[in-house]
Each structure stands twice: as structure tokens, then as C-alpha cells.
């Protein structure tokens, strides 16, 4: 089991759901969830657990997954320090939609679906982002659908990298992705091997779609694999 952490020197100051709330209302949360330290790759929810508390990311990053019956991973989302998730189950007391995984050493605070749904009433600017949280998750999952459902294994790639190119957008156009993503993390993402993502990526740096650099890839012509992308979407 993970080390319970000693949580009087953490604060959930930096946990985006919160902001709106005063420093003395974050700190009354945090006296009132249980904290825990995961190492990597320990498992922090699982599916089948009946736990239906919401999980703030204090430190680390943690990573939303499922396994289908071969034991095959398939990769939602990847969650930051600051971020928060699982409030699916505290919201209607359902079963868990995924698995959670720490990435790297992560701290997380445990909120109890009580603790949650009472800030959320009481406090509009609580509500209204996860309202908007919701709301992404709509549209982010309709898209993957999309593209599953009418992209090729290429394309799919293509439109991957694309999404992760864009938190990295510069004004120059240029795009940076950090660090490099390993391919069978793609893989699991879009729905292919792991040796389709090599072969793409190698046509993409052959053709200087990307150029790996230290530890992160630049995509120097962001509109160009924008293009590329949009060219098999119709968009």
C-alpha cells in the first residue's frame, strides 16, 4: 500500500477547481481530505474498486486508462499537477470509468463525494468549472470517436501528435512537445501497434514533420501537420 503523506506542509493552492475559493477555504478542504504518495506506476484507482472520491493532483502526474480482456492498455488522458478527476462517480455514485496510474511520484488528496458536491453547491465558481470540465470531456471523447471511427492508423498518429503539438504552440508556429511521447503510450491512445507509431514517426522525421531534439520533438511548421490532419478529417 502507498505511504500516507504527511500533508501539513501541501496545500491545495494550486488545484484549478479551487481557485475561486479564498486561501482559508482551500486549506479547510485539504484538512478534510486523506492525502496519499503513490510511486510510479502504482495504481491509484481502480476500475473495479467501489471508491467514489474525487482525486486532486497535488504533485505529480497520473495517467487514465482502461485494459480490455487481453490485458491490452488503452490510454484516456494524462492529468498534471493541478488537475483533478473522478468526479463522474462522486457526481451520479456510479462504478468507475477507468483506472487511474501514477507517472511519476505523485501526491494526491482524496475529496469524499460529500465534500465535493456540497463545495460545488455552495460555491458557483466550483460549479461552473466543472461544468466546463465536463463539458471538454464531451467534445474531446466525441472527437477521438470520430477519428476512430473514420481515420486510418496513419492519420490517427498524425492527429495525436497534433493534439499534443498544441499545448506546445509558439508564436513563431512552431510547436514543441515535452518530453518526446514514447510510442507505445500513442499506441494505446489511438488505437494501434506500437510499430505503426515507429513507422509514422519515422516517414514524419524523414520529411522533417518533426525533428526530435534533447528530449523534445519540434513540430517546425505547426500548420503544416495541421493540414496534413485536417486534409483526411474533411475539416
Known amino acids: 500500500m502507498p505511504d500516507v503523506s504527511d500533508a501539513h506542509s501541501a496545500n491545495l493552492d494550486r488545484i484549478e477547481l479551487l481557485q475561486s475559493l479564498t486561501p482559508e477555504e482551500r486549506a479547510a478542504i485539504a484538512r478534510n481530505c486523506s492525502w496519499r504518495h503513490f510511486h510510479p506506476q502504482e495504481q491509484i484507482v481502480d476500475r473495479s474498486s467501489d471508491s467514489r472520491d474525487v482525486c486532486l493532483i497535488v504533485e505529480g502526474r497520473v495517467r487514465v486508462v482502461n485494459y480490455s480482456l487481453s490485458g491490452r492498455e488503452i490510454t484516456f488522458d494524462d492529468i498534471d499537477a493541478g488537475g ?8 451520479d455514485g456510479g462504478p468507475r ?6 507517472l511519476t511520484e505523485t501526491l494526491v488528496a482524496f475529496m469524499s463525494p460529500r465534500l465535493f458536491l456540497e463545495t460545488a453547491t455552495r460555491h458557483p465558481g466550483v460549479a461552473t468549472k466543472v461544468m466546463h470540465r465536463l463539458t471538454q470531456i464531451v467534445r474531446t471523447s466525441t472527437g477521438r470517436i470520430m477519428d476512430l471511427s473514420t481515420l486510418g492508423a496513419n492519420n490517427r498518429v498524425h492527429a495525436e501528435l497534433l493534439r499534443l503539438a498544441k499545448a506546445g504552440l509558439r508564436p513563431d508556429g512552431k510547436a514543441e512537445i515535452t518530453p518526446i511521447p514514447i510510442h507505445s503510450d500513442i499506441a494505446s491512445r489511438v488505437s494501434t501497434t506500437r510499430e505503426t507509431v515507429a513507422r509514422v514517426m519515422s516517414d514524419l522525421s524523414r520529411d522533417n514533420v518533426v525533428i526530435r ?7 517546425p511548421d505547426f500548420e503544416r501537420l495541421e493540414e496534413m ?7
Open 213 to 219: 531534439q534533447g528530449n523534445s520533438l519540434l513540430v
Open 229 to 235: 490532419v485536417e486534409e483526411v478529417r474533411g475539416d
Open 84 to 91: 483533478y478527476l473522478g468526479e463522474l462517480s462522486a457526481i
Open 97 to 102: 470509468s477507468a483506472s487511474i496510474v501514477a
